[in-house]
């Protein structure tokens, strides 16, 4: 079991590895301006996609469940996370949302019955202040709406997170990950329609863009993500997407040739040692267990 849950970590941990990319991807590669239509065209082909590799529709609850699943951690999520990330100078919108972690461990007391643990409390301030020094500049202006999105953003995917290893589905990972990003695309197709024009005449860059987003963004990572949530411990799970703004940072830095100061150098070690100390919390927690 130690090295089947130690060889669990790092493999959810690429999931959000890979979406740190996401913001490099899509200033690079996608037309701008299409936030909810770019959202809706990452989930809906992926997720139809892995429905043909299943073959399996929900049955019974977990119609109503996959939606609702389908909203918190795609449809709704990603609609609060464009509206933040345009209302909000980037480094601000990555501060609000890294509460998550936070979120997470008081969701989990509240419905799994999981102790709040003093380690993972300090491991999700510090995970917060590892980002605010990666990302948050001394002039960053804070927009009452682009902070009220980003929380609500962070509520609903930490309730996504909750809700997936509450309900347990009695599929595989891969058949969740499908029924869930397929659900969330739907969702947003009368959300885009409405809100956004028509997209222009896609070119071979933007659609290697859309491929990169749907099949490595969304559908592998996502696989890896649920595949976690079902194995591993949500105060050791939740933490893993600090390592989001640090992906991007350093793609940022490596491609863009944008500047990477001692400061963000600082924040990345934060950043990593929040991820250790939440690890650390839950590998003492089945220590004192043991002993008992």
């Not at 979406?19 to 909810?36: I, K, N, Q």
């Not at 990302?135 to 997170?161: E, K, N, Q, Y």
Request: charged content about 5%.
């Amino acid at each position: 079991m130690p090295t089947t849950r130690s060889f669990d970590i790092p493999l959810t941990a690429v999931a959000p590895a890979i979406w740190g990319s996401t913001y490099l991807v899509t200033t690079e590669l996608l037309p701008a301006g299409y936030p909810l239509t770019v959202a809706m065209l990452r989930a809906l082909p992926a997720g139809l996609l892995l429905l043909l590799v299943v073959r399996q529709l929900p049955k019974g609850i977990w119609w109503p469940r996959t939606l609702l699943l389908g909203a918190l951690n795609f449809s709704f999520f990603w609609a609060m996370l464009f509206v933040s990330a345009y209302r909000l100078p980037g480094g601000v919108a990555a501060t609000v949302g890294a509460i998550q972690p936070l979120i997470v461990v008081v969701l989990s007391r509240i419905v799994l019955g999981s102790p709040i643990r003093l380690l993972s409390i300090v491991a999700g301030a510090a995970g917060m202040a590892g980002v605010a020094l990666l990302v948050l500049t001394p002039g960053a202006a804070l927009d009452p709406i682009g902070v009220a999105a980003g929380l609500a953003g962070a509520v609903s995917m930490a309730f996504g997170t909750v809700l997936s290893r509450h309900w347990a589905p009695p599929v595989s990972p891969l058949t969740f990950t499908a029924w869930q990003l397929t659900a969330g695309g739907f969702l947003l197709i009368p959300v885009a329609l409405f809100f956004e024009p028509s997209l222009p005449a896609l070119t071979a860059a933007n659609l290697t863009g859309f491929a990169y987003l749907g099949l490595i963004g969304a559908a592998f990572t996502y696989l890896l993500w649920f595949r976690g949530l079902s194995r591993l411990e949500l105060s050791q799970v939740a933490p893993l997407g600090f390592l989001s703004p640090v992906v991007a940072i350093l793609l940022g830095w490596a491609v863009l040739n944008q500047q990477l100061t001692a400061v963000q150098l600082l924040g990345i070690i934060v950043v990593f040692g929040s991820v250790w100390l939440s690890q650390h919390a839950q590998t003492a927690r089945r220590v004192q267990l043991a002993r008992a």
